[in-house]
């Protein structure tokens, strides 16, 4: 089970999509208006989750599905290969080697996350999901932020499904370490001081990927 953003990738991949975004359609430009005022709240409340739809909307909302999907493919194949870290790589190809069911959790959303579980050939994904208004993103969340205690019910649910399975998982963020704790064979990688500090003390393993 791997997450994405500092995992597999050398950092966040939803600024940059949503940067692409608006170099497709820079007259979005003008709806980001209201942006101050969002950071603004997040510094209050920090809800992540919250900030994350709220800056989709901004940026995507109204878009049809056939714009999404073509901003999608354009900056994957623009930008993956240079988001992919090769270490990170060689530990998918093994587990897929081994026989593993490969699982992709990740707090990102699902218009591109999917296409990248699936650019890698992941056997699930697992992801932020957003709301549609019909065949138009509304981009707000529809689903809890894939974040923290939320992938450790995620985990659950998969040893609820695969009762017999054994779960190794990657992750690099402060907030993985809750379901890495809950993994069988869990991996902290590309963390910062702060967590690997934190990773070490909670008995878990630490790698750097480059």
Sequence with gaps: ???????ITRHDTLVPYLLHALGRYPGRLLRLWRVPATLLRFAIDRDRGRLKGELIHAVLGGLRHEQVQALTQAFLDKKLLGLLRPTAINAIEA????????????ASTEFYVREIGARLGFDQVICTEVRWDGDRLEGRL????????????????????????????YGNALSDLDHLQRADAP????????TRRKALALGLKVRHWP
Excluded: I, Y
């Design 95 to 106: 587990h897929r080697n081994a026989g593993d069911w490969l699982v992709l959790l990740s």
């Design 187 to 194: 991996l902290v990688v590309n963390a910062s001081a702060t």
């Design 142 to 169: 529809k689903s809890a932020n894939r974040r923290g205690a939320e992938k450790s019910r995620c985990l659950q649910e998969l040893r609820e499904d695969h009762p017999k399975a054994s779960f190794a998982a």
């Design 1 to 7: 089970m791997f997450d994405l953003d500092g995992t």
